[in-house]
């Protein structure tokens, strides 16, 4: 019988997550055995990110069990636990003051990627959670720095998009249009399905500030078409709103 290495096995299950496949992703690093402590705890924590992230995109409550389930403490379980943390305040629930969770997180993260990850956290949760735009922005701007000095096209991505959000809400359209262009070509090339459906839906709605009504509607129409499939409710529903539906909600950032 053939064998794979853990970290193939959790490599595999990050493009499946990434392509929306949570339930493919978990069932593939279930299904895989390990002997090594060490790749046990690979595959354990693998689990729980597909969890967590399953649990943001899909309104599911996976995460916290598959959490529990980790017995190795570090860096990279604290930081899950902060984005389950993170998406359960962000939609109603009580999770407490994040903010000194997240300066530790940023002072004691092991490289350049992860530290941007932490900066790109600590911005949408200042901005999302305790209406701090200048306190974000600044961490917005370290998660690029960081992203580009790591070549981390996710991070990268994901501090573009808000940054646009930023130049958007200052009413500078172009360069909105710059930022989210970029952010949404670098979700594609990962394979970020959610990503890269959450930034055309973006572009729809810049669409619509630019006074071209009919090409918003028809983006929003293709991002709403696709988002039903893998069952991203809140994009059907921010779709929605740019279709033209009454019954329509805005779309957190992810």
């Known amino acids: 019988m053939s064998q794979l290495a853990a970290i193939d096995v959790v490599t595999a299950a990050t493009h499946l997550m990434r392509a929306g496949q949570w339930t493919a992703a978990t069932a593939l690093?279930?299904?895989t055995n390990a002997e090594d402590p060490a790749e046990r705890a690979t595959l354990t924590l693998a689990l729980a990110e597909v969890a967590v992230d399953q649990d943001f995109a899909q309104r599911t409550n996976h995460g916290s069990a598959a959490l529990e389930a980790v017995l190795d403490d570090s860096w990279?379980?604290?930081f899950l636990k902060f984005r389950k943390d993170y998406s359960t305040a962000l939609f109603g629930g009580a999770a407490g003051d994040l903010s000194e969770r997240a300066l530790a997180l940023i002072a004691q993260a092991p490289d350049d990627a992860r530290r941007g990850m932490a900066n790109f956290y600590a911005g949408v949760m200042a901005d999302n959670l305790y209406t701090k735009p200048a306190q974000a922005f600044a961490h917005y701007e370290e998660a690029l720095a960081l992203g580009e000095k790591s070549q981390d096209e996710l991070l990268i991505s994901l501090a573009l998009r808000h940054l646009g959000d930023h130049a958007h809400t200052a009413g500078d359209l172009v360069l909105a249009r710059t930022h989210w262009e970029r952010s949404t070509e670098l979700r594609q090339k990962v394979g970020h399905l959610l990503g890269a459906l959450a930034q055309q839906s973006l572009l729809a709605m810049l669409l619509r500030d630019e006074g071209d009504i009919a090409g918003s509607r028809a983006l929003a129409t293709e991002v709403n078409r696709w988002a039903r499939q893998v069952d991203l409710e809140f994009i059907v529903r921010g779709t929605a709103?740019?279709?033209?539906?009454p019954?329509?909600?805005?779309?957190?950032?992810?």
């Open 29 to 31: 690093l279930t299904a």
């Open 76 to 78: 990279d379980l604290e």
């Open 241 to 245: 709103e740019l279709m033209g539906s």
């Open 247 to 254: 019954n329509a909600a805005g779309t957190p950032a992810p």
